[in-house]
Protein backbone atom coordinates (compact mmCIF):
# COMPACT_ATOMS: atom_id res chain seq x y z
CA UNK A 1 0.00 0.00 0.00
CA UNK A 2 1.66 3.19 -1.09
CA UNK A 3 1.88 5.94 1.95
CA UNK A 4 1.97 9.58 0.88
CA UNK A 5 3.54 11.99 3.74
CA UNK A 6 4.51 15.71 3.66
CA UNK A 7 5.40 18.83 4.49
CA UNK A 8 9.47 17.09 3.36
CA UNK A 9 11.65 19.03 5.80
CA UNK A 10 14.87 17.45 4.55
CA UNK A 11 16.13 14.57 2.22
CA UNK A 12 20.11 13.75 2.15
CA UNK A 13 22.62 12.09 4.50
CA UNK A 14 23.48 12.76 8.04
CA UNK A 15 26.48 10.60 9.47
CA UNK A 16 27.30 11.67 13.01
CA UNK A 17 30.14 10.83 14.89
CA UNK A 18 30.86 11.44 18.86
CA UNK A 19 34.56 10.76 20.61
CA UNK A 20 34.88 9.68 24.10
CA UNK A 21 37.69 9.01 26.46
CA UNK A 22 37.89 5.20 26.73
CA UNK A 23 38.12 4.61 30.61
CA UNK A 24 35.67 7.79 31.65
CA UNK A 25 33.28 7.88 29.20
CA UNK A 26 33.86 11.92 28.68
CA UNK A 27 32.98 12.92 25.74
CA UNK A 28 35.71 15.02 23.51
CA UNK A 29 34.32 15.83 20.29
CA UNK A 30 30.68 15.64 18.47
CA UNK A 31 29.77 16.49 14.95
CA UNK A 32 26.82 16.13 12.87
CA UNK A 33 27.36 16.20 9.04
CA UNK A 34 24.45 17.29 6.91
CA UNK A 35 24.17 16.46 3.22
CA UNK A 36 20.65 18.39 2.00
CA UNK A 37 19.86 16.98 -1.34
CA UNK A 38 16.23 18.48 -1.04
CA UNK A 39 14.44 20.99 1.63
CA UNK A 40 12.54 24.22 1.45
CA UNK A 41 15.62 25.79 3.15
CA UNK A 42 17.70 24.92 0.20
CA UNK A 43 20.50 22.20 -0.54
CA UNK A 44 24.03 22.08 0.45
CA UNK A 45 25.89 21.26 3.58
CA UNK A 46 26.26 21.97 7.36
CA UNK A 47 28.82 20.57 9.38
CA UNK A 48 28.10 20.75 13.14
CA UNK A 49 31.46 20.03 15.31
CA UNK A 50 31.63 20.83 18.95
CA UNK A 51 34.63 20.51 20.74
CA UNK A 52 35.53 19.48 24.64
CA UNK A 53 38.73 21.34 24.97
CA UNK A 54 39.17 24.86 23.42
CA UNK A 55 41.38 25.43 20.58
CA UNK A 56 42.91 28.30 19.04
CA UNK A 57 41.41 27.78 15.90
CA UNK A 58 37.83 26.95 16.49
CA UNK A 59 36.86 27.62 20.51
CA UNK A 60 35.13 25.13 21.52
CA UNK A 61 34.07 24.01 17.80
CA UNK A 62 31.66 25.92 15.03
CA UNK A 63 29.10 25.31 12.11
CA UNK A 64 30.86 24.96 8.85
CA UNK A 65 28.04 25.53 5.88
CA UNK A 66 28.05 26.87 2.08
CA UNK A 67 24.19 27.57 3.13
CA UNK A 68 23.68 29.29 6.58
CA UNK A 69 20.31 29.48 6.47
CA UNK A 70 19.82 25.66 5.85
CA UNK A 71 22.36 25.30 8.59
CA UNK A 72 20.24 27.37 10.89
CA UNK A 73 17.19 25.96 10.65
CA UNK A 74 18.76 21.88 10.57
CA UNK A 75 20.28 23.48 14.02
CA UNK A 76 17.22 24.87 15.38
CA UNK A 77 15.16 22.23 14.51
CA UNK A 78 16.82 18.83 14.84
CA UNK A 79 20.43 18.75 15.83
CA UNK A 80 19.64 20.43 18.68
CA UNK A 81 17.48 17.84 20.17
CA UNK A 82 19.42 14.70 19.13
CA UNK A 83 20.58 12.79 21.96
CA UNK A 84 24.53 13.07 21.76
CA UNK A 85 23.84 16.90 21.78
CA UNK A 86 21.75 17.16 24.41
CA UNK A 87 24.48 18.34 27.34
CA UNK A 88 26.06 20.27 24.40
CA UNK A 89 25.31 24.13 23.56
CA UNK A 90 25.24 23.87 20.06
CA UNK A 91 23.13 26.62 20.09
CA UNK A 92 26.12 29.06 20.67
CA UNK A 93 28.38 27.83 18.50
CA UNK A 94 29.71 30.23 15.67
CA UNK A 95 28.80 29.81 12.06
CA UNK A 96 31.10 29.96 9.28
CA UNK A 97 31.20 30.12 5.48
CA UNK A 98 33.12 26.82 4.07
CA UNK A 99 33.28 24.63 0.89
CA UNK A 100 32.17 21.14 2.12
CA UNK A 101 32.61 18.27 0.35
CA UNK A 102 32.77 14.25 0.68
CA UNK A 103 33.61 10.98 -0.93
CA UNK A 104 32.37 7.41 0.25
CA UNK A 105 33.80 4.09 -1.15
CA UNK A 106 31.51 1.79 0.44
CA UNK A 107 34.03 0.97 3.34
CA UNK A 108 35.41 4.90 4.52
CA UNK A 109 33.08 7.93 4.40
CA UNK A 110 35.42 11.40 4.24
CA UNK A 111 34.15 14.70 4.81
CA UNK A 112 36.40 17.75 4.08
CA UNK A 113 35.53 21.42 5.00
CA UNK A 114 37.92 24.21 3.84
CA UNK A 115 37.85 27.51 5.42
CA UNK A 116 40.21 30.47 4.77
CA UNK A 117 43.36 28.84 6.75
CA UNK A 118 40.92 26.07 8.37
CA UNK A 119 40.95 22.65 7.14
CA UNK A 120 38.59 19.77 9.10
CA UNK A 121 38.55 16.50 8.59
CA UNK A 122 36.37 13.53 9.34
CA UNK A 123 36.51 9.93 8.87
CA UNK A 124 33.66 7.40 9.20
CA UNK A 125 35.83 3.95 9.22
CA UNK A 126 35.14 0.01 8.43
CA UNK A 127 31.06 -0.03 8.24
CA UNK A 128 29.67 -2.91 10.35
CA UNK A 129 25.91 -3.26 9.36
CA UNK A 130 23.13 -1.71 7.42
CA UNK A 131 19.89 -1.17 8.45
CA UNK A 132 16.78 0.83 7.82
CA UNK A 133 15.71 2.69 10.92
CA UNK A 134 11.96 4.02 10.94
CA UNK A 135 11.05 6.59 13.70
CA UNK A 136 7.70 8.00 13.65
CA UNK A 137 7.17 10.85 16.04
CA UNK A 138 10.57 11.77 16.94
CA UNK A 139 10.70 14.28 19.67
CA UNK A 140 11.95 17.75 18.68
CA UNK A 141 11.01 20.32 21.20
CA UNK A 142 7.61 21.19 21.26
CA UNK A 143 6.93 19.00 17.99
CA UNK A 144 7.95 15.83 16.48
CA UNK A 145 9.07 15.06 13.18
CA UNK A 146 8.79 11.24 11.55
CA UNK A 147 12.04 9.89 10.51
CA UNK A 148 13.20 7.15 8.10
CA UNK A 149 16.90 6.57 7.33
CA UNK A 150 19.25 3.91 6.96
CA UNK A 151 22.12 3.52 9.22
CA UNK A 152 25.56 2.34 9.33
CA UNK A 153 27.43 1.36 12.50
CA UNK A 154 31.34 2.11 12.15
CA UNK A 155 33.95 0.35 13.85
CA UNK A 156 36.53 3.49 13.88
CA UNK A 157 36.12 7.69 13.07
CA UNK A 158 38.36 10.40 13.42
CA UNK A 159 38.17 14.13 13.53
CA UNK A 160 41.42 16.01 12.65
CA UNK A 161 41.88 20.35 12.66
CA UNK A 162 44.67 20.79 10.15
CA UNK A 163 47.12 19.05 11.25
CA UNK A 164 45.99 18.08 14.66
CA UNK A 165 44.35 14.91 15.20
CA UNK A 166 41.24 15.28 17.95
CA UNK A 167 41.41 13.04 20.86
CA UNK A 168 38.95 10.08 22.04
CA UNK A 169 37.40 6.67 20.31
CA UNK A 170 34.31 6.14 19.32
CA UNK A 171 32.50 3.40 21.42
CA UNK A 172 31.34 0.04 19.53
CA UNK A 173 29.04 -2.37 21.24
CA UNK A 174 27.53 -5.29 20.27
CA UNK A 175 24.33 -7.53 21.63
CA UNK A 176 24.14 -10.93 22.46
CA UNK A 177 22.25 -11.33 19.04
CA UNK A 178 25.44 -9.82 17.16
CA UNK A 179 23.74 -6.42 16.15
CA UNK A 180 26.19 -3.57 16.28
CA UNK A 181 25.92 0.00 17.82
CA UNK A 182 28.70 2.74 17.42
CA UNK A 183 28.90 6.58 18.17
CA UNK A 184 30.04 6.82 14.79
CA UNK A 185 27.59 5.54 11.87
CA UNK A 186 26.54 6.83 8.47
CA UNK A 187 23.33 8.11 7.73
CA UNK A 188 21.91 7.55 3.98
CA UNK A 189 18.39 7.80 2.60
CA UNK A 190 17.03 9.98 5.62
CA UNK A 191 14.11 12.12 5.55
CA UNK A 192 12.63 14.05 7.81
CA UNK A 193 8.54 14.62 7.70
CA UNK A 194 6.88 17.80 9.44
CA UNK A 195 6.82 19.57 11.98
CA UNK A 196 4.01 17.52 13.08
CA UNK A 197 1.53 19.00 15.56
CA UNK A 198 2.56 19.86 19.35
CA UNK A 199 1.34 16.72 21.13
CA UNK A 200 -1.07 17.41 24.15
CA UNK A 201 -1.57 13.74 25.68
Known amino acids: MIEIKRPVFFSGENPGMTLLVPDSGEITAAASYWVCTDSPAGIGHALVLWLAAETAELGHGCIFTDNRELARVLVQNLT ?63 VSFDLTTVICPCRRGTIQINDRVIGGQVKVTQAEDGEYSSTAFLAFAETWIGPLDEKTE
Do not use: M, S
Open 80 to 142: QHFPEFETIPVGTLPYVEADCGHKYDGERYEVLCQAANLRVELAWINVLDRKQVIWPGFPAGQ
